[in-house]
């Protein structure tokens, strides 16, 4: 069985820092690209980073550009987002989605897996 566990988040202080982790298991996702996505109440799921099988290539929402990271370690088939300097705005569930079909990776249909989630709470 394929599953991607996301963990780490939490309530944190604007201006804070948070690092969210998600693992994979039942098969190896190194080829695949893995991406975050965010969705905040009353709103659509919104793209904020991938990341290439290789990890050399990265992509990052303008919103989060220059705050968070995003990286892999495909021995361990794990992906983390770091987020710094968080901001209220970033309050939100963040799911992590790995996929390998061509397509807009930005967009939520170029994803094959994705985990259950993980509530992100910034505080003012």
């Known amino acids: 069985q394929v599953r991607l566990v996301e963990s780490g988040g939490g309530l944190v202080q604007a201006g804070g820092s948070l690092r969210l982790s998600c693992a994979a298991s039942?098969?190896?996702?190194?080829?695949?690209?893995k991406g975050w996505f965010r969705q905040a109440p009353g709103n659509e799921r919104e793209f904020v980073a991938v990341i290439g099988g290789s990890g050399a290539n990265t992509f990052y929402a303008d919103s989060v550009k220059g705050r968070f990271t995003i990286s892999r370690d495909n021995v361990k088939n794990t992906m983390y987002l770091q987020m710094n300097s968080l901001k209220p705005e970033d309050t939100a569930v963040y799911y992590c989605?790995?996929?390998?079909?061509?397509?807009?990776?930005?967009?939520?249909?170029?994803?094959?897996?994705w985990g259950q989630g993980t509530q992100v709470t910034v505080s003012s």
């Open positions: 989605a790995a996929g390998s079909s061509l397509g807009d990776y930005t967009t939520s249909g170029a994803y094959d897996y």
């Open positions: 039942g098969r190896t996702f190194s080829p695949y690209r």
